[in-house]
């Protein structure tokens, strides 16, 4: 099936090849190949990304290359926080404008109501968009493939390809391997959390000398507050401990959010020093005694703690 892909994907781009360059070169200063690869030429990428960012608020990761025409990819991960596990690939104009540039069955897209123009930009993320960062090992391999047939036409898509596979290198260097991921191609980041950016020339003439940085997007606060989902009774038996509803409700300007992520710890207090020697568990108190609860509100939002006391006594004590 991969192998009747490939074929499809090659015939189609060799098609489109003899006028596709062309196409490229009249819009640029130089021949596509020229324009994503300069022979020893040394080169800085700078990361940018907004200043004292808050999640809910409009971010952008910018990428400034010097020489100008400089081609890369960039990679940003999301090593902490709702972001962990985020992975996106950015491409700069001139690469995304050749891809587009490749067209491509229609039959290879998705969605059968999206078909039109459908090109290999397109096919690109189809393949990786949302997926496991596995998947990106599979298109660099697509890619690679075609190389075989496409590099006389298309000598620059080989240069992208060695980017991605760089890319995957940085990209296995930062995130661990059991850690489930999504990838994604040009989608700028937006979970809170520590995001580390990294960009490589896709040139392999080129000598990159930067293109590093460590940025974050902050949980809101503003208009966040979090409450006890159920009133606690001054004691419960350990049956009804089991069916109590332990949760917290969080509300953002007054909508309470219908997934929240709220981390809930349990320590018991009514043990000798009064249980400062106890550590605190995430597992729901179901046996006789006094516990105390706290909520912490995580992910996108914040606000702050909230504790409360729950006692489980003996029924025949509970009257």
Not at 218 to 233: D, F, I, K, M, N
Request: charged letters at 20%; a negative charge; one cysteine or more.
């Amino acid at each position: 099936m991969l192998r009747k892909r490939i074929a499809a994907l090659a015939l189609a781009a060799v098609m489109a090849c003899s006028w596709a360059v062309p196409a490229l070169a009249a819009g640029t200063s130089a021949p596509a190949a020229a324009a994503l690869a300069e022979e020893n030429a040394l080169v800085s990428i700078r990361i940018e990304a907004t200043d004292k960012a808050v999640y809910g608020q409009p971010f952008e990761v910018k990428i400034r290359a010097t020489p100008e025409d400089t081609q890369y990819i960039a990679v940003v991960l999301g090593v902490s926080g709702q972001a962990k596990g985020f992975v996106t690939l950015l491409l700069p104009e001139k690469v995304r404008i050749l891809l587009e540039l490749i067209p491509l069955p229609a039959s290879m897209s998705a969605d059968p109501a999206n078909t039109k123009n459908f090109n290999l930009y397109r096919y690109i993320k189809q393949l990786i968009d949302g997926n496991d960062v596995s998947v990106l090992i599979r298109v660099a391999e697509e890619l690679t493939s075609l190389m075989e047939i496409l590099q006389y036409y298309v000598p620059a898509l080989q240069d992208i390809v060695t980017g991605m596979r760089s890319a995957l290198d940085l990209i296995r260097r930062y995130l661990p391997e059991d850690l489930v991921t999504h990838i994604y191609v040009d989608e700028q980041p937006v979970d809170a959390g520590n995001y580390v950016a990294g960009a490589v020339t896709l040139s392999r003439e080129d000598v990159n000398t930067g293109g590093f940085a460590f940025f974050k997007i902050a949980p809101r606060t503003e208009g966040v507050r979090q409450y006890w989902s159920q009133e606690l009774p001054a004691s419960m038996t350990a049956q009804a401990a089991q069916n109590f509803d332990f949760s917290a409700k969080v509300e953002v300007d007054g909508v309470v959010l219908e997934n929240p992520v709220v981390n809930y710890t349990y320590k018991r207090v009514d043990s000798l020093f009064g249980g400062l020697f106890e550590s605190s568990t995430t597992e729901r108190p179901t046996e006789p005694g006094r516990y105390l609860q706290t909520a912490v509100v995580a992910g996108n939002y914040a606000a702050d703690n909230i504790s409360r006391t729950i006692t489980i006594g003996e029924p025949a004590l509970l009257g």
